[in-house]
């Protein structure tokens, strides 16, 4: 029986039949609904890779400080801590943490970032292939392929379930964005269309269920933090997945339960600031006392 369009497995059986991955899968059908050749889809790829990097190495050198009070500086105090040798596991993970949190504060403090999928969720995909793209020594074409292997799974999602926390949660974004992460960290080292529907799988039923709580209204606190733990999440299930681990459910039956999870959220969970972390009350600090936060 032929697979559903626009379904994992549908592309997964494209690329398996063609003998290519599924970037290429991903990339020749961008290609062909954009009328633009697929190097021109690639350039356009490369700049925006390049707006991620400027808004990672700008929270990363400089303390961004939001309007609010909110954020101040964590990526840059996180990465200074790194330096002074303060990492719990290697450094690497830690680079990962503040990558995450030093895009996703570049978009708080209103600087140039790449929705992907969405801005509250920027800083997980970057952080994620950038990272360990890094650790490993992939050049430039190897991110190219992820990153469209990640677009691709995002454009599942969207189809399948939801990518707006208004309509799902914080599981239709930071979870989105870590499910598109890790299938493109599959790629990225070489992975199997099949280990890309487990990565994807288990990064999308890690965080089932997890609610959109904005304080203040805003895409703060405690999303800086949500995307760092994407990132981390995107990680473990791509290392999962590349050591052979298989998800019981496949990737697509995994994101349609998040889209009818979501649909149940009550409203006070999703993108209201009515309901969760939301709900309570800022404590006092001493920039609340002076006035300045806001």
């Known amino acids: 029986m032929a697979e559903a369009p626009g379904t994992l497995a549908f592309y997964r059986a494209a690329a398996l039949a063609r003998q290519v991955s599924l970037a290429q ?15 021109a889809l690639e350039a ?29 500086g964590g990526a840059h105090q ?3 801590w790194i330096a002074q040798g303060g990492s719990l596991l290697a450094p690497a993970f830690s680079r990962l943490v503040a990558s995450a949190m030093s895009v996703a504060e570049v978009n708080a403090c209103m600087g140039r970032i790449v929705a992907s999928p969405t801005a509250g969720a920027c800083g997980v995909l970057p952080a994620a292939l950038f990272t360990v793209a890094a650790e490993k020594g992939a050049g430039e074409d190897a991110l190219v392929r992820a990153f469209f292997t990640a677009g691709g799974v995002g454009l599942v999602i969207e189809k399948l379930a939801s990518l707006s926390g208004a309509e799902g949660g914080c599981q239709a974004e930071v979870g989105s964005a870590s499910a598109m992460a890790a299938g493109g960290l599959v790629e990225l080292m070489g992975g199997t269309p099949d280990q890309v529907d487990h990565a994807v ?20 606190i405690p999303c800086v933090k949500r995307n760092a733990m994407g990132a981390a999440n995107a990680v473990a299930c791509a290392e999962m997945a590349l050591a052979g681990l298989e998800s019981v459910f496949t990737a697509d039956a995994v994101i349609e339960t998040m889209g009818r999870v979501g649909r149940r959220i009550p409203e006070e969970y999703r993108e209201t600031a009515r309901g969760g972390l939301a709900a309570l009350p800022l404590p006092e600090c001493d920039s609340c006392r002076n006035g300045h936060c806001g």
């Open 25 to 39: 899968v991903f990339l020749d059908e961008e290609a062909e609904h954009s009328g633009k050749r697929p190097e």
């Open 44 to 72: 356009l790829m490369v700049e925006r890779m390049n707006v991620m990097r400027q808004a990672q190495a700008r929270g990363l050198a400089k303390p961004q400080n939001s309007r609010s009070g909110l954020i101040r």
């Open 201 to 220: 799988a288990f990064a999308m039923a890690n965080v089932m269920g997890l609610i959109c709580d904005p304080v203040k209204g805003l895409v703060e």
């Open 78 to 80: 996180m990465n200074a």
